[in-house]
């Protein structure tokens, strides 16, 4: 449980680092009531700190313009918590220059008392990594680009390669951006087909900023979308599968992305596109309950090549 010392300090930092923040988004980041946010406030604002607040259902607080606070001090938990976030970026091979990992890393070294330093070095000493490299290496300027699109609003003229090499080009609104088991994606409404589309960030072959600017659904999901988009992709096969077992078991054990589920009489209905059918059916030879192929003449062939192989590593003479 944070203690509400360490709320308030986090709300001052919060309101140095950013121009303007509502009471909702301060309070979600806080994990309190907007009541609580306004206590909280008035309690800055005591200490002689120049908190303003813009009144009305929208209003902002910010800090008095020019008004800028020595650095703090880091906290334990805030430094394990910055030298840990930097570890993982580098070892996960996010669109960032090492250099500019291991410089952030020597900064925040710099100012850190000598237990937070030892502490800040023993995780880098003890901790290793197993994780597979990143499928591509991703320009962090297409990150930046697109990133500030999304936060400013504004169109952006995306030119794609996609998996066939086929290359177009198209007016995009990004409503989001999703990093999902190694890829980068983004999710928003394509002007070219005038509908929401997923397009896979080591693909884009060009990106330029528009003078255009778009206005968000409320509602939309890019997580959401771009797991329905990968599980629903249009691919040159189609497959249909049964599953013996409960809708819950299925949901528990298969991720959004790989396909579609739907109960059905005595089990539940897998439905994907899918380019590489190999891989899916080292998929569901993995499923702890029986599997029937209902469509996809392939895909049963591929099971049986499999099967048979299995059997040949066994010694099964009737092979």
């Known amino acids: 449980m944070y203690s509400p010392t360490t709320r308030l300090l986090t709300l001052?930092?919060?309101?140095?680092?950013?121009?303007?923040?509502?009471?909702?988004?301060?309070?979600?980041r806080l994990e309190v009531d907007p009541r609580t946010v306004r206590r909280y406030i008035v309690m800055l604002q005591?200490?002689?700190?120049?908190?303003?607040?813009?009144?009305?259902?929208?209003?902002?607080y910010q800090l008095r313009r020019g008004y800028k606070l020595p650095p703090l001090m880091f906290t334990d938990s805030e430094a394990i918590a910055?030298?840990?976030?930097?570890?993982?970026?580098?070892?996960?091979?996010?669109?960032?220059?090492?250099?500019?990992?291991?410089?952030?890393?020597?900064?925040?070294?710099?100012?850190m008392p000598?237990?937070?330093?030892?502490?800040?070095?023993?995780?880098q000493e003890a901790i290793t990594f197993n994780v597979s490299p990143p499928p591509f290496t991703l320009n962090n300027e297409i990150i930046m680009t697109l990133s500030t699109a999304v936060q400013q609003r504004h169109q952006v003229h995306l030119r794609y390669k996609a998996f066939s090499g086929d290359e177009s080009e198209r007016a995009f609104d990004p409503y989001g951006i999703v990093?999902?088991?190694?890829?980068?994606?983004?999710?928003?409404?394509?002007?070219?087909?005038?509908?929401?589309r997923t397009f896979r960030l080591d693909r884009v072959v060009g990106l330029e900023p528009l003078a255009g600017t778009f206005e968000r659904p409320a509602d939309f999901d890019a997580l959401d979308h771009v797991l329905h988009?990968?599980?629903?992709?249009?691919?040159?096969?189609?497959?249909?599968?049964?599953?013996?077992?409960?809708?819950?078991?299925?949901?528990?054990?298969?991720?959004?992305?790989?396909?579609?589920?739907?109960?059905?009489?005595?089990?539940?209905?897998?439905?994907?596109?899918?380019?590489?059918l190999d891989w899916v059916a080292h998929v569901l030879l993995s499923f702890d309950f029986p599997v029937r192929i209902i469509h996809n003449?392939?895909?049963?062939?591929?099971?049986?090549?499999?099967?048979?192989?299995?059997?040949?590593?066994l010694g099964d003479e009737a092979v």
């Open 12 to 28: 001052l930092e919060l309101l140095q680092s950013y121009k303007y923040m509502s009471g909702s988004e301060i309070a979600r």
């Open 46 to 60: 005591d200490m002689g700190i120049p908190v303003e607040a813009e009144r009305g259902p929208y209003g902002a």
């Open 82 to 111: 910055l030298t840990m976030a930097l570890l993982a970026i580098r070892e996960l091979g996010f669109p960032v220059a090492v250099a500019a990992v291991e410089g952030a890393l020597a900064k925040t070294e710099r100012v």
């Open 114 to 123: 000598e237990k937070l330093f030892q502490q800040a070095r023993a995780l």
């Open 179 to 196: 990093y999902y088991e190694g890829y980068w994606y983004t999710a928003g409404h394509c002007h070219l087909r005038n509908s929401l």
């Open 229 to 276: 988009s990968l599980a629903t992709m249009a691919g040159p096969d189609k497959i249909e599968v049964f599953l013996q077992t409960t809708l819950e078991h299925a949901r528990a054990v298969i991720s959004p992305a790989l396909g579609t589920l739907e109960a059905c009489d005595g089990g539940v209905l897998f439905r994907r596109g899918a380019a590489q």
């Open 297 to 313: 003449e392939q895909l049963r062939e591929m099971v049986r090549s499999l099967g048979t192989r299995a059997r040949q590593l």
